[in-house]
């Protein structure tokens, strides 16, 4: 579980996503603070799955 018992995701566990470590510096902060809607300085479960539902829908090819 990468956010602590408080279920909010400080940038500092954030870093701990595999793959994140590539990434250059301003990508990394600016997901994270795309994910940080109310701009607390974290993530809650709500702003995380907030951010990830306009990406859930399945990649639609065109018809050939």
Not at 28 to 43: A, K, N, Y
């Amino acid at each position: 579980k990468i956010a602590g018992e408080d279920n909010l995701m400080t940038i500092e566990e954030y870093a701990t996503i595999p793959g994140s470590e590539h990434l250059p510096d301003f990508v990394f902060e600016g997901i994270f603070e795309r994910l940080d809607t109310d701009g607390s300085g974290d993530v809650s479960i709500e702003e995380f799955f907030h951010r990830l539902k306009p990406h859930r829908e399945p990649i639609r090819r065109p018809a050939r």
